[in-house]
């Protein structure tokens, strides 16, 4: 079935460092969704992207999906330890009926 | 408040026992899924339902099930064909938008341990 590789698996930054963790599908995606897990927790829903190229903000956090609708990135810029987690992203499988989940980018924030 | 509840929250278990993981909702979603998680992983679909009545198979449905009588609930069992039964398991909901599949609202989890 599908595969949604996400790069890297884990990242260590120095409190006010910028992260970045990556998402790519051999196939073209209708759209793709980003989520945040905090350590014990379970997945929050944080964006949902449709448009080719589409880049969108929510304050320190910067989301793109890339043109051929294969990619997409997570970028933080200038890091706090409120940011410490794990970043799925997500793309449909099957027509729309089910979310396929990549592997995650563990996020651990050193003060 | 709506959202999704998720019960017991841990549970352990003899090795050749099934368990029933209770999942109920009151966000009056038609979608409802199941992942499992285990450490350092992603989340992997084990079964999903679209509507009452109808759930069809994720990647890993083996040694589960699931039913799905009433919109609000959708239990897993883990049986004890699953053979490697500890995780944490996540059920989820979703209401489906034409063309996306739609936000998924996450419950708090259920972490399986056999012992």
């Known amino acids: 079935g599908q595969q949604v590789m996400q790069i890297p698996q884990y990242q260590h930054v120095q409190e006010g460092e910028d992260f970045t963790t990556y998402c790519n599908s051999s196939?073209?995606?209708?759209?793709i969704q980003w989520y945040k897990q905090r350590p014990g927790g379970h997945p929050v829903f944080l964006i949902q992207?449709?448009?080719?190229?589409e880049v969108k903000k929510q304050k320190r956090l910067t989301f793109q999906f890339g043109e051929a609708k294969k990619n997409s990135s997570l970028h933080i810029t200038a890091t706090q330890t409120t940011d410490v987690g794990t970043y799925f992203c997500?793309?449909?499988?099957?027509?729309?009926?089910?979310?396929?989940f990549g592997t995650g980018t563990r996020l651990t924030i050193i003060p | 408040d709506g959202g999704i509840t998720q019960s017991p929250k841990y549970l352990f278990r003899k090795e050749g026992q099934n368990v029933t993981l209770s999942c109920e909702q009151n966000?009056?979603?038609?979608?409802m899924y199941w992942y499992r998680q285990d450490p350092g992983q992603g989340l992997r679909l084990i079964y999903y339902?679209?509507?009452?009545?109808?759930?069809q198979k994720g990647d890993i449905a083996e040694g589960y099930s699931v039913s799905r009588e009433k919109k609000e609930s959708f239990p897993l069992t883990v049986t004890s064909a699953q053979k490697n039964p500890t995780a944490f398991y996540l059920c989820?909901?979703?209401?489906?938008?034409?063309?996306?599949?739609?936000?998924?609202?996450f419950g708090e989890g259920s972490r399986l341990t056999v012992l």
């Open positions: 989820a909901s979703s209401v489906p938008v034409t063309g996306f599949t739609g936000e998924l609202f």
């Open positions: 196939t073209t995606l209708s759209n």
């Open positions: 992207l449709v448009k080719s190229g």
């Open positions: 997500a793309a449909p499988t099957r027509g729309n009926e089910k979310l396929t």
């Open positions: 966000l009056n979603h038609d979608a």
């Open positions: 339902s679209q509507i009452v009545n109808d759930f």
